[in-house]
């Protein structure tokens, strides 16, 4: 299959490596002595203004360090650094002390119209800033950075860390403007860094990078809640520019979150016009703890999350966005309320911006990475909208790996308007997940103009759609491995195809009839977004397998043949996820942390306690209770399993009883067996019931209950309803019951015949 061109990523490259190098040893220590100024207004300090000390160790060899304490106010301030190396440190409540991890505030308030510092670096030289609070920058018209206004040059860098950088204000970057000096700047934002509450009248609230580059690997740092009248609430890039995220945040609050901006609430990235003005962001989860997030994000028009756009001419740039293991969560624009990918140029040229969302190891969207959840398509002003949720303007590229979209509300979940009818695949999907959003538009997957799209082992299912098909793409569309499950709607409108195995709810528009399965998927829970296979399912062991090790968006094995489920043309399942054994065959049977997946018969007879039948609290089980009631045997809860193919089954659970008298009450699993009923409503081919143990200790019954179903009974539509049933020892009322179940499990005995003649066997 063609792909999409992969730019080489320039992080961790030759160029890249020895710039990093320069920088460590820029922080070593150097042959001259270095010396240590202390700022403040006690006797034991060496300055008294925070200037002389600066200037002070411009005079003094070495990587000098200046300590500024807390006993003073320090206001109207404007400091410039030139040329030099040194460290400004926060900390100390007294110049004689050590610093205790406390920030210094260093503000502009009260002073001219400048930034609160002005840094220019040459050579290797490196600026380093911490335990400080920059605020207060207020530059004036146009001008640049009102925090920290840094010109750099290669090899030098800015480093900040521990600092807080917040209630500033600028024309660009409101915190912070970096700017390359003639070559390359670096800005390197280190652990438990808050960029944070900044505004810039036109672009970068919260940063402005031109012509630099951006680190924020280490942990604890976060942009948030800065503002942008036009572009890039929290970061606006120029290219040309390489940058680096893995902090993982504020915890749960994320990453990049909170900023607003007309394009690019989160972040904004625009290619130079010039040669070489190229931008790659790489964004990567690196601990499953504590995920990078691009979270509540707010562009007035474009990019709720993020804003990308290529520049053209005079040369060509390219943006390449890089997402791997990130949640993006809760952002809202009036189209593109995740990514919005733009393109400028009327030239013909076909190099637009690159989206990227890849999984990371360990960290799967079960997890919480590689997630576009929550986002919602309404203008400022609260109306709703049709804009799409990830949007591909002209010349613009999308590849999706191991991606859950969920929850989103808006237009197409995934939009593409790109005019080039070149073979590349503008559009690519696979393992991805796009289901339980709310679609206000014709299609979930809508390509309006003629790319080439490529949907592989992918699940769309169960969205709110007001249109008529679930995919809709101009051009030629390869579909294979996939399940679409949209009952009522139409599959696939497309212009030429490529269609291999699918499970769908309409198979007539995929023009396929032998590879195109009409049938019920059987999800394990989707209302609460697990589209995983049920052990019935009709998606499972269907396709061929794959060379190489294959993986689905769990990031398990691939190509996984289950005993009992006959396969069709191999062992591959359909859609985002493969089933990996045949047990469990009844799901939550252990109440791991609720009780769903057990609907109520008597309503509000049973709930969930934090109790277990092995004693361990941070699991569960159901108890059931009646006080002073009417019903002798009361039938709490039920599940109806699908049934994978003829064999011997073994039904057993855990009971206790909670009662001290001598006659207690009663547990039993009732079963009932039918040979062909999709939800456990057809006529009973057999029943029985299993008494349970009801000593105030739990215990399993000593014997499970023996169900047979042979080749002939069994169907694909077999099941097995389990209704969980407790019974007062009195029969006449009032009744009082209070018993628990647990571990509900339905197992497999004796030969596996193959069910391939089964009667009903499709």
Partial sequence: ??????????????????????????????????????????????????QAAIDAA???????????????????????????????????????????????????????????????????????LKFLQIVGGDVAGDDLGGGILYNGSVNSVLVIEDSVISGNTAAYGGGIYVNGAGSRALLNVGANTLIASNEATISGGGIYLSNADLHMDAPGSAIANNSAGDFGGGLRVLGPSDVSIQSGGLGTLGTIF?????????????????????????????????????RGNLARERGGAMYARSEIPPGVSTVVAQLNGVSIEENTAQTGAAVYLDYASSLGFTVGPYLYLNPVEGCTAADGCNRVVGNLARTVGGALTTGGIIVAGDASSMELNDTHILGNDGGPPIYSDDPDSSPSERVRLDNVVIANNAVRGDSIVRVVRGVRTRIVDSTIAGNNLTGNAIINAVGHTTLDGSILW???????????????????????????????????????????????????????????????????????????????????????????FERQTLLPLVQNGGFASDVRLWPEVVNNASQFQGEDYAGISISGSLRVTENGGSIAALQARRQCVHLPGPTTYQLNGYGRGYSTQLFRDTLSLVWRLRASSANCSGGVLREGTLALPNTTAWARAAQPAIIPISIAEWTVDSTLEIVLLATDDRVLPPNNIDVAFDQITLTVSGALPDPIFANGFE
Avoid: Y
């Fill in 486 to 576: 949209q009952p009522g709607k139409t599959a696939l409108v497309t212009g030429t195809s490529t269609i291999g195995r699918v499970l769908a709810s309409e198979v007539a528009s995929l023009n396929t009839a032998l590879l195109a399965i009409n049938a019920d998927p059987r999800f394990v829970d989707p209302a609460n977004d697990d589209f995983r296979l049920k052990a019935g399912s009709r998606a499972i062991d269907v396709a061929p397998p794959v060379a190489g090790d294959d993986r689905d968006s769990d990031g398990l094995p691939r190509d996984q043949n289950l005993e009992l489920v006959t396969d069709l043309a191999g062992p591959r399942d359909l859609g985002a």
């Fill in 258 to 294: 909170g900023n607003t901006a007309r394009m690019g609430g989160g972040l904004a990235l625009q290619g130079s016009p010039d040669t070489d003005g190229d931008i790659t962001l790489t964004m990567e989860t690196m601990n499953p703890m504590n995920i990078v997030r691009i």
């Fill in 58 to 128: 411009a005079a003094a060899p070495g990587t000098d360090t200046i300590l500024i304490a807390r006993n003073q106010t320090w206001s109207a301030q404007q400091l410039v650094i030139t040329g030099q190396s040194v460290t400004l440190s926060g900390g100390p409540a007294q110049c004689a002390m050590v610093p205790d991890g406390s920030r210094t505030q260093i503000s502009g308030a009260g002073g001219a119209a400048l930034p609160v510092m002005r840094i220019t670096t040459s050579g290797d030289s490196v600026v380093t």
């Fill in 1 to 50: 299959m063609p792909s999409m061109p992969r730019p080489s990523i320039p992080l961790g490259t030759d160029v890249v490596h020895a710039r990093l190098t320069a920088c460590l040893f820029a922080l070593l220590p150097l042959a001259s002595p270095a010396a240590v100024f202390t700022v403040g207004s006690n006797g034991s300090c060496s300055h008294s203004t925070i």
